[in-house]
């Protein structure tokens, strides 16, 4: 196992910082709080063209060698910048599946759609959760199919949280058959299909609402579809876990530096030990959540055989330490952290909602549990 | 998808060597779960505790001879240089062997830790090419044992603030003072020894350190009781202890560079307690299995976050001694290590406290219970010992995230 970036992983985070300093008009996480501005397609069409999606293609499907650990990298910097784009959706969800089906089935409809997204950077979601958002074990799906003639299908129900739903172009639902767990595709703009955004607390990850009236769709994984959707939830999980590395680390920087430049009692306040411990503590909680990343990461791109239980331990870790830290960050930042101007909440605003979009901490660590088979 | 890495042919072979001395030199050790709950020791220490001198005495009579004879077959000092009796090999060879070891019964080296994780690195690193050739070697085969002359009564947090007073005298070093908490003291051979050398400089400015004979005239040790009734530890008293000239490392009155670097060492080694960590964790599941309530989703909860802080100890001291540059000492960096080890041990600690109930604290006779109050009770130790937690904060927020000193009343 190999927790250290490679020349080539270094040169990809470069390139990363690269993009988002170049991004055009200042500040767009608060642009987005503001309602200015949400998702722009354009930008995400710039990253797909500058690569971020080249290791997604595994090398067997003409991939170009790299793997979750290139994708982890690319997140932890989108962390960092909290960029409003699908990334976490279209190379994690999306990916996610139709990788394992593409592997398990060996070409079919998965495998063209794979290539159409990493090619054209098709704007993809997954429509899951039902109203309640949650997670379950065994899986549960928000939507039920039934076949209508050959690879069609007509899909019912009610999707909550759907990252990036009314942004999306190109819809995956997980569905409950009569014939057991299968994954269909819906057009974004599919008759039947409405989908209304929901009000979020963090602007940078918009979510919506979906209903599906007798929506047409087409097979993605037609039948036994559980032990792909639990792999795609694990790439998911790894690439959320390095998003939250990101935007800790990014929270805890603001906070040494402004710790760095703020003087209370004649006296720069990180001259006093309680805010040191407590910087301190952030730096412990960011280095583990890496460490935890770059172990899951590793193990899945490695197929090893603890993969899963790294997948589980990485998205235990992230949902804890991200929101601990930006919350420390804020804490460290005193009154001004908490005024709307500062950027400090932010970053608490996106930690607040990675910590649960696919699971809680608990949830993780008892799946952690049964997956080391305790 | 296919494994990114192809075995390294020369890590291989050696390992492949490796195999063929452990084989013929040690027995397999089994698989964890083989061991039967209720067979066995149950002891859940984490400090050796002294038990009948003349055990302890077989104990470390074992331990050297294994270690000379691993020494031997040239798997001893992997990464020492060859001109002093090292096999000349990087770091990672080092790692991989100790993990092909840890499948194998061998005696507890613990003894050797001080010796080899502190001791002989700062001999290298400071001491004459005569003390090399002198000490190297026997330090890396366990010939001799070594331990830490630091901290005293007034000077322990504050470890420039120590009072013992080295005084030259011809070609000699005249020692006298006291030193505290020295671990394995009663069993060593020499000892490195930080001392007063200049009473008119700035603290810091006026200690050097020394290489001691622990046999000479005027040595002291005295057994510390700790709170688990043990004593892993020692009051050393020196009264007019000669040591060479030659014996100084690194310059006279430069002493404190050798004191952190040694220190950094020192939660190098603290930190590096994966193995140990490894094994509470295991003795843990074990508690969570017969308890009767491993299904408790509370508890499951509480056993995953063990589990979990376990292995990112491991890998968070794997990377920092990963990423550093090959031949560089240990950096403030290494401190982290020692915070994750005392976090992972104080939750289990908690755990199998909140799991056994009134039995951590009265004996019911139990195989696997009342074990656990010797580890409840050592660790507040661990939390103070090699720095403690906030000392190792501090150092942290200082060195690495480069926050401001307090100002000098």
């Known amino acids: ?374 | 998808m296919s494994p990114e890495y192809a075995p390294e042919t020369g890590l291989t072979t050696f390992l492949d060597s490796a195999r063929d001395f452990l084989d013929s030199a040690a027995d397999v050790r089994g698989p964890v779960e083989q061991q039967h709950w209720g067979e066995g020791p149950d002891r859940v220490g984490l400090l050796p505790e002294r038990p009948d001198p003349a055990e302890e005495r077989t104990a470390l009579d074992a331990a050297k001879t294994w270690k000379a004879t691993e020494f031997d077959a040239g798997f001893g000092w992997l990464t020492g240089p060859t001109e002093l009796g090292g096999a000349g090999l990087e770091p990672r060879f080092e790692v991989a062997y100790r993990k092909l070891r840890a499948g194998y019964r061998i005696p507890d080296l613990s003894m050797f830790g001080i010796g080899l994780g502190m001791v002989a690195p700062s001999i290298q690193q400071f001491g004459t090419d005569t003390m090399r050739r002198k000490y190297l070697r026997s330090l890396h085969r366990g010939d001799l044992v070594a331990c830490q002359l630091f901290s005293e009564p007034a000077a322990g947090s504050d470890l420039a603030a120590l009072r013992t007073r080295a005084v030259r005298n011809g070609d000699v070093w005249i020692v006298n003072g006291q030193k505290v908490w020295t671990t394995g003291a009663h069993l060593s051979d020499v000892g490195l020894l930080l001392a007063r050398t200049d009473p008119a400089a700035p603290a810091r400015r006026g200690i050097s350190a020394f290489l001691l004979d622990m046999r000479a005239p005027g040595v002291d040790v005295r057994p510390l009781r700790q709170i688990t009734g043990g004593a892993s530890f020692n009051e050393v008293f020196l009264t007019d202890v000669r040591t060479p000239a030659d014996h100084l490392l690194g310059e006279e009155h430069g002493g404190w560079a050798v004191a952190r670097s040694t220190l950094a060492r020192e939660r190098d080694v603290a930190g590096n307690s994966g193995a140990d960590l490894e094994t509470t964790v295991d003795q843990l599941t074990r508690l969570v299995q017969h308890s009767g309530r491993a299904q408790d989703p509370a508890v499951r909860t509480r056993w995953a976050d063990c589990y979990a802080r376990m292995l990112i100890h491991s890998w968070t001291t794997a990377r920092a001694a990963a990423e550093r540059a090959p031949g560089t000492p240990p950096g403030p960096e290494m401190a982290m290590g020692k915070l994750t080890w005392t976090d992972a041990l104080r939750r289990c600690s908690a755990l199998a406290g909140d799991l056994l109930g009134p039995a951590l604290t009265a004996d019911t006779g139990d195989w696997g219970t009342y074990s656990w109050s010797e580890f409840a009770l050592t660790v507040p130790g661990i939390r103070i010992s090699a720095g403690t937690d906030e000392i190792i904060r501090t150092v942290l927020a200082e060195r690495v995230l480069g926050l401001p000193r307090e100002p000098n009343p």
């Open chain 1, 1 to 374: 196992m190999d927790l250290t970036l490679t020349d080539e992983q270094r040169d990809l985070r470069a390139v990363m910082r690269e993009f988002v300093a170049a991004q055009p008009a200042g500040d767009l996480a608060r642009q987005a709080l503001d309602g200015q501005a949400r998702y722009d397609p354009a930008t995400w069409r710039e990253l797909v063209r500058i690569g971020v999606l080249d290791p997604v293609l595994p090398e067997g499907l003409g991939g170009d060698g790299g793997g979750l650990r290139e994708l982890a990298v690319v997140a932890a910097e989108l962390g960092r910048a909290l960029l409003c784009v699908p990334f976490l959706p279209v190379a994690g969800l999306a990916a996610g599946v139709l990788i394992a089906a593409a592997e398990r089935d060996q070409g079919g409809p998965a495998e063209e759609m794979l290539r159409r997204v990493v090619a054209d950077g098709v704007a993809v979601t997954v429509a899951w959760l039902p109203r309640d958002g949650r997670w379950e074990e065994p899986l549960t799906f928000a939507c039920r199919a039934r076949r209508d003639g050959g690879e069609s299908w007509v899909v019912t129900g009610e999707a909550m949280f759907v990252p990036f739903g009314t942004e999306a172009e190109l819809v995956l639902a997980p569905v409950a058959t009569p014939d057991g767990p299968a994954v269909l595709a819906v057009e974004g703009e599919a008759p039947g299909l409405v989908r209304e955004p929901m009000p979020t607390v963090d602007a940078t990850r918009p979510q919506a609402r979906m209903t599906f009236a007798d929506v047409a769709a087409t097979t993605v994984v037609g039948a036994d579809a559980t032990a792909i959707l639990e792999a795609a939830l694990d790439r998911a999980g790894v690439l959320l876990a390095a998003e939250q590395l990101g935007t800790a680390e990014r929270a805890m920087e603001m906070a040494v530096g402004y710790a760095r430049l703020r003087e209370q009692f004649g006296r720069l306040i990180g001259s006093f030990q309680a805010v040191k411990h407590l910087c301190a503590d952030m730096l412990v909680g960011v280095e583990s959540l890496r460490s935890a990343v770059r172990a899951a990461a590793w193990a899945i791109d490695a197929a090893a055989p603890d993969r899963a239980v790294l997948a589980s331990l990485a998205q235990a870790v992230a949902s804890q330490v991200a929101a601990e830290v930006t919350d420390a960050a804020l804490h460290v930042h005193g009154g001004i952290g908490f005024t709307w101007e500062h950027d400090a909440h932010l970053y608490l605003r996106r930690a607040l909602g990675d910590a649960v979009l696919l699971g809680n901490a608990d949830y993780h660590r008892v799946r952690l549990a049964d997956r080391a088979g305790l």
